[in-house]
């Protein structure tokens, strides 16, 4: 509250005219920068019949002040948000591997917590049209065109090269990108459609690497399945991959060498008016995105 009152006081030159502001009395408003005064061993404001000015001091101080109330008004409008946004009809669109592997249970966690939220949740791999579907938030990988949309940047989305125990030791494991032209791949066609995988090299060397496609699919979960079998080395996301590199089914390779990261972005009709239950869940969202967030157990709480 000292904070709050020093700034008003600063802003409006008058130690009524913040009082009236703030719902409080004019000697509550004295009384709390004297005390500031004092704690700081400073005088914060020059005093005359005109009104009252900052010191140099004090104008230091406001400017930190003025920070950290911001910071405060924002951090209490995100729990409202939260709080405001548990109703009402929400319509969420994602790709297929993205929805049913990370969103769902995120979701169904989302729904637990405001159990008078209605959610509407599709996926679809092409383009959707949020405003002729009626969509409120989509999920979307990848860098985003320039467009009228409204965005907010949730998180990053690592891959992987990977490859089966029993393929490796058929076929040999790889130690360079190049290495990559004598294997049999698999190809994600959405993202990967000229068979071509970038690679940056530990020096920083970015590679285009020319490979042999065995299968082509768009569908994540059909290439991690026949990685799975042995049928050759496949670019995942982490998201994608992590269960199975976990139980060893497959094994990353190259990993001194970086792939590229997607950004995850949440992105809805417009940037203005935005209602508070779109709001409230990308806030959210954006809070379970942080990190590693692939390694996590999604289905935890919080």
Same mark, same amino acid.
């Given at each position: 509250?000292?904070?709050?009152?020093?700034?008003?006081?600063?802003?409006?030159?008058?130690?009524?005219?913040?009082?009236?502001?703030?719902?409080?009395?004019?000697?509550?408003?004295?009384?709390?920068?004297?005390?500031?005064?004092?704690?700081?061993?400073?005088?914060?404001?020059?005093?005359?019949?005109?009104?009252?000015?900052?010191?140099?001091?004090?104008?230091?101080?406001?400017?930190?002040?003025?920070?950290?109330?911001?910071?405060? #008004?924002?951090?209490?409008?995100?729990?409202?948000?939260?709080?405001?946004?548990?109703?009402?009809?929400?319509?969420?669109?994602?790709?297929?591997?993205?929805?049913?592997?990370?969103?769902?249970?995120?979701?169904?966690?989302?729904?637990?917590?405001?159990?008078?939220?209605?959610?509407?949740?599709?996926?679809?791999?092409?383009?959707?049209?949020?405003?002729?579907?009626?969509?409120?938030?989509?999920?979307?990988?990848?860098?985003?065109?320039?467009?009228?949309?409204?965005?907010?940047?949730?998180?990053?989305?690592?891959?992987?090269?990977?490859?089966?125990?029993?393929?490796?030791?058929?076929?040999?494991?790889?130690?360079?990108?190049?290495?990559?032209?004598?294997?049999?791949?698999?190809?994600?066609?959405?993202?990967?459609?000229?068979?071509?995988?970038?690679?940056?090299?530990?020096?920083?060397?970015?590679?285009?690497?020319?490979?042999?496609?065995?299968?082509?699919?768009?569908?994540?979960?059909?290439?991690?399945?026949?990685?799975?079998?042995?049928?050759?080395?496949?670019?995942?996301?982490?998201?994608?991959?992590?269960?199975?590199?976990? #139980?060893?089914?497959?094994?990353?390779?190259?990993?001194?060498h970086a792939l590229p990261s997607q950004e995850v972005h949440a992105v809805f009709p417009s940037p203005k008016l935005v209602p508070a239950k779109v709001t409230a869940f990308i806030v959210w969202l954006q809070q379970q995105l942080q990190g590693e967030w692939w390694v996590a157990d999604l289905t935890q709480g919080d």
């Amino acid at each position: 509250m000292t904070m709050q009152v020093f700034v008003r006081v600063v802003e409006t030159g008058s130690f009524s005219k913040a009082a009236a502001e703030l719902a409080t009395t004019q000697p509550t408003a004295t009384k709390a920068v004297a005390e500031a005064e004092r704690r700081l061993g400073a005088r914060l404001l020059h005093r005359s019949t005109r009104g009252v000015t900052p010191t140099e001091v004090g104008l230091l101080y406001y400017e930190r002040c003025k920070a950290l109330v911001r910071d405060a #008004d924002e951090a209490d409008s995100v729990a409202a948000l939260v709080q405001g946004g548990g109703s009402g009809l929400l319509r969420i669109n994602t790709s297929v591997a993205f929805g049913r592997r990370v969103l769902v249970p995120l979701v169904l966690r989302y729904m637990q917590a405001h159990p008078q939220l209605q959610v509407e949740l599709s996926f679809d791999d092409r383009y959707v049209n949020l405003v002729e579907q009626g969509v409120d938030l989509a999920v979307r990988m990848g860098r985003l065109a320039d467009s009228s949309l409204g965005a907010r940047y949730l998180g990053r989305n690592p891959w992987m090269l990977a490859g089966a125990p029993a393929y490796l030791t058929a076929r040999g494991t790889p130690q360079r990108p190049a290495d990559l032209a004598g294997h049999d791949c698999l190809v994600y066609s959405s993202v990967q459609g000229d068979a071509r995988w970038p690679f940056v090299t530990p020096a920083g060397e970015e590679l285009a690497v020319p490979v042999r496609a065995t299968l082509k699919s768009n569908n994540l979960s059909a290439l991690l399945a026949a990685c799975r079998a042995g049928m050759g080395l496949a670019v995942l996301p982490w998201y994608v991959a992590n269960t199975s590199h976990a #139980d060893g089914s497959i094994v990353q390779l190259l990993a001194d060498h970086a792939l590229p990261s997607q950004e995850v972005h949440a992105v809805f009709p417009s940037p203005k008016l935005v209602p508070a239950k779109v709001t409230a869940f990308i806030v959210w969202l954006q809070q379970q995105l942080q990190g590693e967030w692939w390694v996590a157990d999604l289905t935890q709480g919080d």
